[in-house]
């Protein structure tokens, strides 16, 4: 989208680099049994098609740790045992509760027996669900999660102000 538009004398080409993300190849333990967990960042979507990765130590389907996505629209919170995929350890949001080009605090927190979202300081989903979680062996991304040992997912907009936390705020 235009965000805004000004008059350049000598215009200069500037290359992007769509799928651009931050790559932290030291992130959580992979092992570390979590107790609690919260994820937590502000972003502004340009695009809500697709499942996105906002900050994840995820990578699909082997090393499926904790991350924070969005899917078409809703908040994801997975809580992975840091091995192969299970669905029942990702919950999410009602549709319609993120619009793009809007920006939202989002926070997930995991108490050890109770996961919720929040968006922009209320709570908009809990879930039970008491597990074993841990970070799983793979890279902690922000703006995207791995699929198969690559990066992929790639967020479409706007994110600020990343942080996890090893227990759960209220």
């Not at 740790?65 to 809703?74: K, M």
């Not at 995929?85 to 027996?113: E, M, N, R």
């Not at 919720?116 to 979680?133: L, M, N, Q």
Request: aromatic letters at 12%; hydrophobic letters at 35%.
């Amino acid at each position: 989208p235009v965000l805004k538009t000004f008059q350049v004398e000598k215009p200069q080409s500037q290359s992007i680099h769509p799928g651009s993300y931050v790559h932290v190849p030291k992130g959580l333990p992979a092992n570390r049994r979590l107790s609690q967990l919260t994820m937590e960042c502000w972003i502004r979507p340009f695009n809500l098609n697709g499942w996105q990765g906002l900050i994840t130590q995820h990578d699909y389907p082997m090393s499926s740790g904790i991350g924070l996505f969005l899917q078409n629209g809703r908040i994801e919170f997975l809580t992975g045992s840091g091995g192969e995929f299970d669905a029942v350890s990702i919950h999410q949001t009602p549709p319609g509760l993120i619009k793009a080009q809007q920006w939202y605090h989002v926070v997930a927190t995991w108490d050890g027996k109770k996961k919720k979202i929040y968006i922009d300081g209320k709570v908009v989903a809990e879930f039970p669900f008491v597990g074993v979680v841990r970070p799983g062996q793979t890279t902690l991304r922000i703006g995207a999660y791995g699929t198969k040992g690559l990066a992929s997912n790639f967020y479409n907009g706007d994110i600020a102000m990343g942080a996890l936390y090893d227990r759960a705020l209220d």
